[in-house]
């Protein structure tokens, strides 16, 4: 890794301000229902409190748009992070102000403060420079453990590491550096990448990038049929981009020029619409039925895909092969998750719906990496510089 780590810093008796991805689903009562994206940072915590530092935390929680909105507060994460530790931690009713510098400046060696959600601060998603310098002033040490936001330009991001320095990456943050870079900066081969999801239009970057390093690429998903209708293929009432058609066959094009196997389901789950009470029935790519919905890879697919994840060393997998909310249209994506489980090769997983799929198939032991960054992941993969990356301190 290029970039400053947290390990590579003196700690002891710092005020460290480290940015964290506690975008954690609430439900009405303001109690949290996934802590995973908390537990994530668990280890960088830790390192740092053993270290004793002053840790000042800060994160964004959904899109309140500039304002207060007790909806969106961080008090729940306070809460649970406390359970978590074992020990108090404090919280500051705004992340800039009189009572957030109180807060910081209070802090003895191995205590921590998490500071109100940064977006309630319009500034925050300016990128503002006197919002930035503000926040950088509760600390002198920065820390960036939210891979999650870092493809964001935001004051707590990128901004803040003007006025503060050093900026190092956490634990979180370096390893998914280490193991998305083992992807991009000379990866083991054969490689393979299985994409899915609803839209072309989500992932042509990422499309065209994988096209540029990977041997093979696995097309599933719902854009498929965006592929498959370029080709003239007739795709009934499945899901289609038809403003994406041409750059679904010069992505195709593109693949056959650079000799990458670039594989399109065979066979297909249909059904009379996208619901769990409808018929539904396996046909081949050249068979579906007028006004029927594609909602899976089919069992020939399935077969033909795995194959492939067998024989590489390493695997990138983004996106659903079906609608996988509705548990007769998952298997395609759970004989994903379990033929990646079972490979031998390196393998990372991202997206919010391949890491459920992962959990449901409950396989996740068995996955080298699975990244806790959706956006930033695939702009990762798709060779973009992500600004939160960008903006640490270099070695």
Not at 171 to 177: A, C, D, S, T
Not at 358 to 386: C, D, N, P, Y
Request: glycine share 8%.
């Amino acid at each position: 890794m290029s970039k400053l780590s947290i390990r590579e810093i003196d700690l002891k008796s710092k005020r460290v301000f480290v940015r964290v991805d506690f975008n954690i689903p609430l439900n009405d009562k303001g109690e949290i229902t996934n802590d995973t994206r908390i537990r994530a940072c668990l280890p960088t915590f830790q390192y740092a409190l053993e270290r004793g530092a002053r840790l000042i935390l800060a994160s964004h929680l959904g899109r309140p748009k500039g304002k207060p909105n007790p909806k969106m507060s961080l008090k729940p994460a306070a809460t649970r992070l406390s359970e978590l530790l074992g020990k108090p931690v404090a919280f500051a009713c705004d992340c800039v102000g009189p009572e957030a510098e109180k807060a910081a400046a209070a802090l003895k060696d191995g205590e921590v403060l998490l500071l109100e959600n940064l977006r309630f601060h319009p500034e925050e998603e300016k990128n503002d420079p006197e919002f930035s310098k503000r926040l950088a002033s509760l600390a002198q040490v920065y820390v960036n453990d939210a891979f999650g936001s870092a493809h964001r330009a935001h004051a707590s991001t990128a901004g803040i590491t003007h006025f503060l320095s050093p900026a190092a990456a956490g634990l979180l943050m370096e390893k998914e550096l280490e193991y998305l870079g083992k992807a991009v900066d000379n990866p083991q081969r054969p490689y393979t990448a299985v994409i899915g999801g609803a839209k072309v239009s989500d992932k042509i970057e990422l499309l065209q990038a994988l096209m540029r390093y990977a041997d093979s690429v696995l097309i599933g998903g719902a854009m498929a049929y965006t592929f498959l209708k370029s080709q003239g293929v007739a795709v009934g009432g499945s899901l289609v981009e038809d403003d994406k058609l041409d750059m679904a066959r010069q992505l195709l094009q593109f693949g056959e020029r650079r000799s990458i196997k670039v594989l399109l389901p065979v066979d297909h789950v249909v059904a009379e619409k996208l619901d769990a009470s409808a018929a539904a029935e396996v046909v081949n790519t050249r068979e579906i039925p007028a006004g029927w919905v594609g909602v899976d890879i089919g069992p020939r697919t399935r077969a033909e895909f795995a194959k492939d994840i067998a024989a590489a060393k390493t695997i990138v997998w983004n996106g659903p092969m079906g609608v996988f909310e509705i548990d007769q249209f998952a298997q395609g994506t759970i004989a994903i998750a379990q033929a990646v489980a079972n490979s031998s090769a390196l393998s990372i997983v991202g997206g919010g719906d391949s890491i459920a799929a992962i959990a449901k198939a409950g396989v996740e032991s068995k996955i080298t990496h699975i990244s806790t960054g959706g956006g930033a992941t695939l702009e990762f993969l798709s060779g973009l510089t992500l600004p939160g990356v960008a903006a640490l301190t270099d070695k």
